[in-house]
């Protein structure tokens, strides 16, 4: 069954308590038809620079307790709750992903904001035994957490949603006003969401401006972001190039960085290799394979190759490819002409190098626009685009290697280390690549894409510093201060 998209979503920038029109707006469209969902207004240099003053004077003067921190997350929550329908039609509509994965996130992001609830009421700070050094007996010191003050929290087009509450749900759970930054292919569901934290912001009696949000180009917004004085923390996930430029321009502001990955999953002969195959498929088919911790490599033992493909083939050849707003939908549309068009690129490349196409490799034409269907390859060696290179696309390129010792320098043969994943029932096996897999994440009988909203998440090397996970990011949002109490002096 076939269900309507989305239409004429007419957004606005959310400036100190606010909704503001501009003079210049841009179409957002839906990216397996082309049809327009709605649009958003283009904030300048000036609105931004409004929208990061109002956070800061909300952020001084905010007197939220973390009770009242508590409830206007709650009432958050409850609010996208209440419209989770309507949301995760609106997400769908603007992203292109399959309508089954836009109520997965839409629920997982009615999580996230319970999860960053609970955690305002959890910043605890500890006491400090000063008696551990000679001559500090009669001394003590305690810690205690304090916001930062104005967080911006830029997102990108893949999870519009619920990475957008990974960011705002505890930067307010940790005292903080915010300015949200969504992608300008995605902005319309967080929208939707900072509509919801306004109505909550007006329920608990917190300041105009505690929630911000402002839309348009990237340039014009982050560079705003970027150089504002008041601006104490910048959230971002996206691109390693962007990535890269913000640590080299941030000064001393606190930084979040979610980036990309050339995730691994390894394969091996002691697992149940049809299972397994499943997982594997569904890790790099998932959001048509745009998913920073997407399966983007499987590794297997040559001996086994052969079976493993088959299974790869049969698992691929089970998904269904068409109209995201059909129930029966895998795989549907990614979100634009240049993600599509980059994955058609990197797909040709590696077959030019001498990849075997296993199943699929067919795109655009009859499927859609920017549709490319699941695509086993074999016979990919380390030095193959596919390999090497993020795919962000509905690819499976399997490598094949002698022994787990290469099988564990090719899943580091890499300049990310975001998340990997290894299938063995072998505990000797799965230890070493604990250890020895230089990611942020190594998950044991499940593939790289595995992620759960409170746990911590973020990679090494080129995949980022910091970690998101609401525990965690509230961390980075906050800071320590030491409170000593010493002998004061008789009158």
Same mark, same amino acid.
């Given at each position: ?6 239409? /004429? ?72 709750? #209440? ?8 997400? &769908?509509?603007?992203?292109?992903? *399959? ?58 087009? $893949?999870?519009?949603? $619920? ?12 005292? $903080?006003?915010?300015?949200?930054? *969504?992608?300008?292919?995605? *902005? ?18 917190? *300041? ?12 014009? &917004? ?15 996930? +996206? ?42 498929? +569904? ?36 998904? &269904?490819?068409? #109209? ?43 499927? /859609? ?18 390999? $090497? ?31 990997? +994943? ?12 604990? #250890? ?27 995949? /980022?510093? +910091? ?19 010493? #002998?004061?002096?008789?009158?």
């Amino acid at each position: 069954m076939s269900l309507e998209r989305t239409s /004429g979503y007419e957004g606005a920038l959310l400036v100190d308590g606010s909704w503001i029109d501009t003079g210049e707006r841009r179409d957002v469209i839906h990216p397996y038809d082309g049809s327009v969902v709605g649009s958003i207004a283009l904030a300048d240099r000036e609105q931004v620079v409004e929208a990061v003053e109002a956070a800061d004077r909300a952020a001084e003067a905010s007197e939220l307790s973390a009770y009242e921190r508590y409830e206007l997350l709650m009432e958050t929550a409850a609010h996208l709750e #209440d419209e989770a329908e309507s949301v995760a039609r609106l997400l &769908t509509s603007e992203q292109g992903k *399959p309508l089954v994965e836009s109520e997965t996130e839409v629920d997982r992001a009615v999580q996230t904001l319970r999860l960053s609830a609970e955690e305002a009421k959890r910043q605890f700070g500890e006491y400090v035994p000063m008696d551990a050094q000679r001559g500090f007996a009669r001394d003590h010191c305690f810690t205690q957490h304090e916001p930062l003050g104005v967080v911006a929290a830029i997102t990108p087009f $893949n999870f519009p949603l $619920n990475l957008m509450v990974h960011k705002v749900g505890p930067a307010l759970a940790a005292g $903080n006003a915010v300015v949200g930054k *969504p992608a300008s292919n995605t *902005p319309l569901v967080s929208l939707k969401l900072f509509e919801f934290l306004e109505e909550a912001r007006q329920e608990v009696g917190a *300041p105009s401006g505690l929630v911000n949000v402002v839309t348009g180009s990237g340039s014009t &917004t982050g560079d705003v972001l970027l150089e504002h004085e008041a601006v104490e923390a910048i959230s971002f996930t +996206g691109s390693t190039a962007v990535g890269k430029y913000l640590a080299a321009n941030s000064g001393m502001k606190e930084l979040t960085l979610e980036l990309g990955g050339n995730d691994p999953t390894i394969v091996w002969d002691d697992t149940d290799i049809e299972a397994a195959a499943e997982q594997v498929v +569904g890790g790099a088919c998932s959001n048509a394979g745009q998913v920073c911790n997407s399966v983007e490599r499987v590794i297997v033992p040559e001996h086994i190759e052969r079976e493993v493909i088959e299974a790869l083939v049969d698992a691929a050849e089970s998904l &269904t490819v068409g #109209d995201p707003f059909d129930q029966a939908t895998d795989v549907a549309s990614m979100v634009d002409d240049d993600q599509f068009e980059t994955v058609v690129e990197l797909y040709e490349a590696t077959v030019e190098a001498g990849a075997t196409v296993e199943c699929g490799g067919n795109y655009g034409g009859d499927l /859609g626009p920017r549709t490319f269907e699941p695509t086993v390859l074999s016979g990919v060696t380390p030095d193959m685009p596919a390999a $090497n290179e993020e795919v962000f696309g509905p690819l499976v390129p399997v490598i094949s290697v002698p022994d787990f010792n290469a099988a564990i320098a090719e899943a580091n043969n890499t300049d990310y280390g975001l998340e990997a +994943g290894i299938f063995t029932q072998d505990i000797d096996r799965a230890r070493r690549a604990a #250890d020895e897999i230089d990611a942020g994440g190594v998950n044991v009988n499940t593939v790289s894409g595995f992620r759960a909203d409170h746990m911590p998440y973020g990679g090494f090397k080129d995949s /980022g510093v +910091g970690k998101e996970g609401i525990k965690y990011a509230v961390e980075h949002f906050s800071r320590q201060k030491l409170v000593g109490f010493h #002998d004061g002096f008789n009158a």
